[in-house]
């Protein structure tokens, strides 16, 4: 399974993006997709998450800023980044988890190489 991300790049504060991240292979079902995002010096941290089901999780830090979504029929996930501020700069990398390739057979922890989002003040 490949994650291939897309759509990071240099936004004034109170500026929008748009993360796209497209999971491929041979893939029946995704259970979790999200984005988690490490600034420099820190540890990696999770943005947002997404069930198949479509139930999802937000970081305190981004609820009310960013909106995450997915497409499963094309194993898309997406996050929306509205109002950003100069502490959401950071490398972005899209996740997949309980990956399923068949009815019973499935891995965990899947990453995306990182997109770079970097929010000027």
């Known amino acids: 399974v490949q994650l291939v991300a897309s759509g990071g790049g240099l936004v004034q504060a109170g500026g929008s993006l748009r993360l796209s991240c497209a999971a491929s292979g041979i893939i029946a079902v995704i259970n979790v997709m999200g984005w988690y995002r490490q600034a420099p010096g820190k540890a990696r941290e999770l943005v947002a998450t997404?069930?198949?089901?479509?139930?999802?999780n937000y970081a305190d830090s981004v609820k009310g800023r960013f909106t995450i979504s997915r497409d499963n029929a094309k194993n898309t996930v997406h996050l929306q980044m509205d109002s950003l501020i100069p502490e959401d700069t950071a490398v972005y990398y899209c996740?997949?988890?309980?990956?399923?390739?068949?009815?019973?057979?499935?891995?965990?922890?899947?990453w995306g190489q990182g997109t770079q989002v970097t929010v000027s003040s």
């Open positions: 996740y997949a988890d309980r990956v399923y390739f068949s009815s019973s057979y499935f891995l965990n922890n899947y």
């Open positions: 997404i069930t198949n089901g479509g139930s999802t």
